[in-house]
């Protein structure tokens, strides 16, 4: 049964601690996305990545970095710089088609981040 | 400056009447429109979708109409039921992003009254 694996459900960090939340599919998807939503906004772009070895900023990117490794893989951390990171990050991916294609995003079920 | 307002944060409806959920956007150069789902503690879950060269677009009890000229999105589900209560997000596609950069609604938290 394919899908995308977010772990864990819940996290909590203390303030000036780095913590890395974990993103893993198996729909062999290329493109992978880290979102952040926070009550009452919609979902904001971290970092997206199209293929293994490199990625992108999004619109929110301070304070968090990713890697892509493996294509199956995209794991991300939120560091001590990011000032306010209490949300629910969800991760999503999705096929890359061409300029033409439209292809929707799959989410995970997230992870909820709280700080100590 | 939100480029996709979904100006509704909350419906109510009787079971078996006509949700309809809106979204308005800024951008008359978007060429595809998604409408996700998300039960709480959940992700968002693919609905149903509209290219910017059709007006409507029907999927069972889900139909997504779009109006260019008013730039303005909206999905109707016909009849109701308690298991669509869920927050509705609108999303868009920005052709000039690159990537396929898609733009989110703030969403609207749909309740279905039995």
């Known amino acids: 049964d394919g899908g995308i694996t977010q772990s864990p459900k819940y996290l909590f960090r203390k303030e000036g601690q780095n913590v890395t939340l974990s993103c893993e599919q198996n729909?062999?998807?290329?493109?992978m996305y880290w979102y952040r939503q926070d009550p009452g906004q919609g979902l904001r772009l971290i970092y997206y990545?199209?293929?293994?070895?490199?990625?992108q900023k999004g619109d929110i990117a301070e304070g968090y970095s990713v890697s892509r490794e493996k294509k199956e893989s995209f794991p991300l951390t939120v560091t001590s710089a990011q000032k306010n990171p209490t949300a629910f990050y969800l991760c999503?991916?999705?096929?890359?088609?061409?300029?033409?294609?439209?292809?929707?995003?799959?989410f995970g079920d997230g992870t909820r981040l709280s700080i100590l | 400056d939100q480029q996709v307002k979904q100006n509704s944060p909350s419906l109510s409806v009787q079971e078996g009447r006509i949700s309809i959920l809106n979204c308005d956007y800024t951008?008359?150069?978007?060429?595809?429109f998604l409408w996700y789902k998300k039960y709480p503690a959940e992700g968002p879950t693919f609905l149903i979708s509209?290219?910017?060269?059709?007006d409507k677009n029907e999927d069972g009890r889900f139909t997504v109409f779009l109006n260019k000229s008013a730039k303005h999105l909206s999905l109707h589900i016909v009849p109701s039921q308690p298991g669509d209560s869920a927050v509705y997000f609108c999303?868009?596609?920005?052709?000039?992003?690159?990537?396929?950069?898609?733009?989110f609604g703030t969403g609207t938290k749909l309740q279905v009254i039995p």
């Open positions: 999503a991916s999705s096929i890359i088609g061409g300029p033409t294609s439209n292809q929707p995003q799959h």
């Open positions: 729909l062999n998807h290329d493109a």
């Open positions: 990545s199209q293929i293994v070895n490199d990625f």
């Open positions: 951008n008359s150069m978007f060429d595809y």
């Open positions: 509209i290219s910017s060269i059709k």
């Open positions: 999303a868009v596609k920005d052709p000039t992003g690159g990537y396929q950069k898609v733009t």
